[in-house]
C-alpha cells in the first residue's frame, strides 16, 4: 500500500497550490479519502474528505471556501486545490485512505506560505 503526495512548496499569502496524492496497492475506488495537516508541535488536523464515488465532500471550517478536494478514480488520485492561502495555512499535508479497520497514510508533503 502507498500514498504519494506531491505539489507542496513556498507560495506568496493570496497564492495557489493543488496537492496530489496517488495511490496504489488497494481498492481506491471504495475508500473515502481525506486531507488532513500538521504544524510541529499541534495535533493532526482533518482539513477535507471526499467520498468513494466523489459526489459527497466535507471541510474544515478553516478552509471552507478556499479549499477543494477531488478525486479520479481512474488515476487513483485524490487532489486538494488550495487557493486564497494564508500564512496560518502553513503545515504538513497528508493524505489518508481509511475504510472499516484499514487506515493508510502517505509521508505528506510541506506546504509554506510566506512571504
Known amino acids: 500500500v502507498q500514498l504519494v503526495e506531491s505539489g507542496g512548496g513556498l507560495v506568496q499569502p493570496g497564492g495557489s497550490l493543488r496537492l496530489s496524492c496517488a495511490a496504489s496497492g488497494f481498492a481506491f475506488s471504495i475508500y473515502v479519502m481525506r486531507w488532513y495537516r500538521q504544524v510541529p508541535g499541534k495535533e493532526r488536523e482533518f482539513v477535507a474528505q471526499i467520498s468513494s464515488g466523489g459526489v459527497t465532500t466535507d471541510y474544515a471550517d478553516s478552509v471552507k471556501g478556499r479549499f477543494t478536494i477531488s478525486r479520479d478514480n481512474a488515476k487513483n488520485t485524490v487532489y486538494l486545490q488550495m487557493n486564497s492561502l494564508k500564512p496560518e495555512d502553513t503545515a504538513v499535508y497528508y493524505c489518508?485512505?481509511?475504510?472499516?479497520?484499514?487506515?493508510?497514510w502517505g509521508q505528506g508533503t510541506q506546504v509554506t506560505v510566506s512571504s
Open positions: 489518508n485512505a481509511r475504510r472499516l479497520s484499514a487506515d493508510y
